[in-house]
């Protein structure tokens, strides 16, 4: 089966040769100026830098890294790493001296590219020595060895490279909560499977537009970007920073978007901040003026010639599902993990059903284990974690299943729900176990919470910690704020009401610190780092229990 798959670089190939002077690629440059970048434009300068990679004589399947932010040229220098016989190892662009060092080091990384960069100089610290860094066009001030010009003197190479299938591709490491990242190990067969059958499920075409602006590194942003633009053919529109996204945006007018809940939220937060939200909701409620003011809300977004938005990494509340069908835009969630490419579970357009993920993805098998656990096979999972024999087969059944981590059941029509973690269960002190993942999905529902952890272990009750969304940390500090707080005691009661005695949330406590990447409590992919917060907070769990206010507010 795998021979039939077909491989990235054979799509690249045709497309290349197909029509060479299409546009591939636009690259917003500092100074308001873009580069467009057509196909021949990639494929002459990925065969400059794979001769100049071939020349190196660095022993086939050497492992190289890519250390930026999401550029046109680090698509193209994965296309060089693997028409020379290498292997890529993305990282993401915001990792400490000491995690750059542990995956450079892990993955016995032969050379780095660098490329654009916020803080390199707090990074650089953890290159290690003997390894060459090779500076894309838009990087950070600093010394490198070498430059992506020196690479272009190179001529390109006149073959076109064609790995077998079950040769290794890509080492991408997982952001874990805790501990070292886990090297996951794919091959080119596995990008083949996840990327031929997912473009064709949302019928990804040439016609098709999408904005690169979530981590490449993570294996979301790299099926649904530059894989997708193999085997679909999209333009690829590249955002240039947080400041002039919304400009980036509107200038890809994107026909196909991924985003992770709190984009989306963030979306809804900037259209709330010019028109109120009650004005809004009474415009939306008329029949045609409705479907007018909805379309204009996309387009002012740059929103408006979306035709397949996906939702991945975390629950969508139902509510902000239902605001952007208002606007007369579908948002559909997406289930997958790194480890099978991301490649798992979507819900097909007109199959909605409220509270459950979606149906299984062509090819993929699914089980529910006798513990809860959701397990998945497909030519998309992985050939296992590298230099990890232990822990790929605690990850991979006997039968070639994986195991997800997730528990969840499966309705008559295969549609899948999660309901938790396996490890992320934990126990009261009355000796009561209770899954925080079901609890906070309801919690992050309410409009004004953007983030929660919901914690317990040792303690009689669960309590919710809670950051606010913007507008609720405004409304914190005006003559709003009574009116929020009785809001959320109103949500306290409502979840409690449908929950068993011992899930009971003593109440919640709102804390002033945002969770963010770079103070350490969210993971590079925005999942809550439970450990850390647990760590920083934890001596106040059992003052916050003993006072037994329903909301509190942390100082």
Same mark, same amino acid.
């Given at each position: ?11 690249? $190939? ?7 002077? /299409? ?14 970048? %057509? ?44 028409? =020379? ?6 990282? $993401? ?5 000491? #995690? ?23 990074? =650089? ?17 600093? #010394? ?9 003197? %190179? ?6 490279? /064609? ?9 991408? $490491? ?21 990327? %031929? ?111 397949? =938005? ?153 309590? =919710? ?21 009785? #809001? ?68």
């Amino acid at each position: 089966m795998a021979d039939a798959i077909r491989l990235p670089l054979e799509l690249f $190939y045709e497309r290349e040769a197909r029509h060479p002077n /299409k546009r591939y690629m636009v690259q917003p440059l500092p100074g308001g100026q873009l580069l467009e970048l %057509s196909w021949a434009d990639v494929g002459e300068q990925a065969r400059r830098a794979a001769n100049w990679l071939r020349s190196r004589e660095l022993p086939p399947g050497s492992r190289i890294a890519i250390v930026s932010k999401n550029c046109a040229h680090w698509i193209i220098a994965d296309l060089a790493i693997w028409m =020379a016989g290498h292997v890529s190892v993305p990282l $993401y662009p915001n990792l400490t001296a000491d #995690s750059l060092r542990q995956v450079l080091v892990h993955s016995e990384a032969a050379l780095a590219f660098i490329g654009k960069l916020d803080d390199w100089p707090s990074m =650089a610290p953890g290159l290690p020595e003997g390894v060459p860094t090779i500076s894309l066009p838009l990087h950070p001030l600093g #010394s490198f060895d070498y430059r992506w010009d020196d690479l272009q003197c %190179s001529a390109p190479i006149q073959d076109d490279p /064609k790995p077998a299938p079950g040769q290794l591709a890509t080492i991408i $490491y997982t952001s874990g909560t805790t501990g070292m990242p886990k090297g996951v190990m794919h091959s080119f067969s596995n990008l083949g499977f996840a990327a %031929s059958n997912a473009t064709g499920l949302f019928g990804v075409n040439e016609d098709d537009r999408v904005i690169s602006y979530l981590p490449l590194c993570h294996v979301a942003e790299r099926m649904f970007v530059e894989l997708a633009s193999l085997y679909g053919g999209q333009t690829v529109f590249f955002a240039e920073s947080l400041d002039s996204f919304l400009d980036d945006l509107k200038r890809a007018r994107p026909t196909v978007m991924f985003g992770v809940p709190r984009i989306w939220t963030k979306f809804q937060m900037g259209v709330y901040t010019k028109m109120p939200a009650h004005k809004l909701e009474r415009l939306l409620r008329l029949p045609i003026i409705g479907r007018i003011v909805g379309r204009k809300v996309l387009a002012g977004l740059g929103l408006d010639a979306v035709r397949y =938005a996906l939702s991945g990494a975390a629950p969508v509340p139902e509510a902000l599902l239902n605001w952007y069908r208002r606007l007369g835009m579908e948002i559909q969630e997406v289930y997958g993990m790194t480890e099978n490419c991301g490649y798992s579970h979507v819900c097909r357009p007109g199959r909605f059903k409220q509270g459950w993920i979606g149906q299984n993805n062509p090819g993929v098998e699914v089980r529910i284990a006798e513990d809860g656990e959701v397990q998945v096979r497909s030519g998309a999972n992985m050939q296992g974690y590298y230099k990890e024999p232990l822990k790929t087969a605690e990850a991979i059944t006997d039968d070639g299943f994986l195991r997800t981590g997730d528990k969840g059941e499966q309705d008559a029509e295969g549609n899948l729900r999660l309901t938790g973690r396996i490890k992320e269960i934990f126990k009261t002190s009355k000796g009561k176990y209770v899954a925080p993942a079901p609890i906070e999905n309801r919690l992050g529902e309410h409009p004004r919470i953007e983030q929660v952890c919901v914690v317990g272990d040792g303690l009689p009750q669960p309590i =919710a910690l809670c950051v606010l969304s913007d507008i609720g940390r405004q409304e914190s500090a005006n003559e709003a704020r009574a009116g929020l707080e009785s #809001s959320l005691r109103a949500l306290v009661e409502e979840i409690n009401g449908r929950l068993d005695q011992h899930e009971r949330l003593q109440g919640l406590v709102l804390v002033k610190e945002v969770w963010g990447v770079d103070n350490g409590f969210l993971t590079p992919t925005l999942k809550i780092k439970r450990a850390v917060i647990e760590g920083i907070y934890g001596e106040r769990f059992g003052e916050w229990q003993q006072r037994g206010e329903v909301v509190l507010w942390h100082d």
